[in-house]
């Protein structure tokens, strides 16, 4: 019993010298680029060395798509690092500085913790950023065919969503998804895999599937009465899920099931492209009616105030300036001269960012309320 009692606790020692270590900081060097404006050093410094510490964080986390080509405002990206980014970085060091006319570059070794860089980064993720993975078998004489990532499908749903305003992500160029990955996400496992990925490409919704053709007659087969099929027709059938990240990180399936369709030309591959196209005629609005709607769903009324608005006139014109941003659904008066109030389905950090590219000064930053000065 004594050597019993010994063994658990010398177990439990070895999984918490373990957790120990998965827990240990990730320290590693990286650059940021400051501007110096009017002379000003230390706030190029700081400047520098905060996008430092996100290229840290971002590198940590594994995440591709950099925020920094998402968020383009310097100041926004600050306010993203000194209130997101709290325990995230345990500590850092400047190991050095240059100047190169209007940039400070500052080189910092910083040490992150990496299961908070990936949550303080997730909160980055765009709700109109879709991560799109729908392979097909290629047809083959006997037995099954190898699968191709790309087809006339694939392209239909990433171009219409594209059109549609969306950052899509073509998983099939990155090759971080396998055949097995879907088929076990298809039969609802698989949640590791499709949430690394959401994460690592910055996007909260994912749509997978794979595609299988049969060729259902062929040319010159009998069809009875002594007439014979003047065409080969395929049938294809889609296997899909669409599936979002929630508020709690765990993924949510939007919408799953199967489709088909059929094509007939005279060769079998043209058949099979023909059955493609009728495919994605029928299947592309039902996914789009579906992430639309999920988008009304998420969308949440933010208060922006613009100061030094005193005549009615100058309403109507905000109005109509902040309304072509990006993604905004609406915009109401709040009943205070110069404050609205803006329905929104991103994080408000891309409201304050798309009105700073209109031209609007961010003064102050929050959730709920963004203060602005007129362009």
């Not at 004489?141 to 694939?154: H, W």
């Not at 100061?307 to 915009?331: H, N, S, T, Y």
């Amino acid at each position: 019993m004594k050597a019993a009692g010994i063994g658990v606790t010398g177990a439990a020692m070895l999984l918490l010298a373990a957790s120990t270590a998965c827990a240990r900081p990730t320290c590693i060097e990286v650059q940021g680029e400051g501007a110096v404006i009017g002379g000003d050093l230390p706030s190029a410094r700081t400047e520098a060395v905060n996008r430092a510490k996100l290229s840290a964080v971002e590198q940590v986390a594994g995440v591709e798509v950099k925020s920094r080509t998402i968020v383009q405002d310097s100041a926004l990206l600050d306010d993203v690092i000194s209130t997101q980014m709290r325990g995230v970085i345990s500590s850092y060091k400047i190991l050095s500085e240059q100047r190169e006319g209007d940039l400070l570059r500052a080189r910092v070794n910083a040490c992150v913790e990496p299961v908070n860089a990936r949550t303080a980064v997730s909160a980055l993720a765009l709700n109109t950023s879709i991560s799109v993975f729908l392979p097909s078998r290629r047809l083959a004489a006997s037995g099954k065919g190898a699968f191709d990532d790309e087809n006339i499908l694939s392209q239909a749903v990433i171009g219409k969503l594209a059109d549609q305003g969306f950052t899509v992500r073509d998983i099939a160029e990155s090759h971080a998804l396998k055949l097995k990955d879907i088929e076990n996400a298809l039969g609802g496992g698989g949640q590791p895999a499709l949430r690394n990925l959401i994460y690592k490409h910055l996007t909260n919704t994912i749509l997978i599937g794979k595609i299988e053709p049969t060729l259902s007659v062929n040319k010159g087969e009998d069809a009875g009465y002594g007439v014979t099929m003047p065409f080969n027709s395929v049938t294809v059938r889609l296997a899909y899920r669409l599936m979002a990240r929630d508020s709690g990180g765990k993924m949510a399936v939007l919408a799953a099931g199967t489709d088909q369709a059929r094509g007939m030309a005279p060769h079998p591959d043209d058949a099979y492209a023909e059955a493609l196209r009728n495919l994605a005629e029928h299947f592309t609005p039902l996914i789009l009616n579906k992430v639309h709607t999920r988008l009304r769903e998420l969308a949440d009324k933010v208060t922006v105030t613009v100061e030094g608005v005193k005549e009615p006139a100058e309403m109507f014109a905000l109005r109509e300036q902040i309304q072509k941003i990006a993604w905004v659904a609406d915009v109401e008066d709040a009943g205070v001269m110069g404050e609205f109030r803006v329905t929104f389905p991103e994080n408000p950090l891309y409201l304050a960012s798309g009105l700073s590219r209109t031209g609007f000064k961010i003064v102050t930053y929050s959730r709920e309320r963004i203060r602005v000065r007129k362009p």
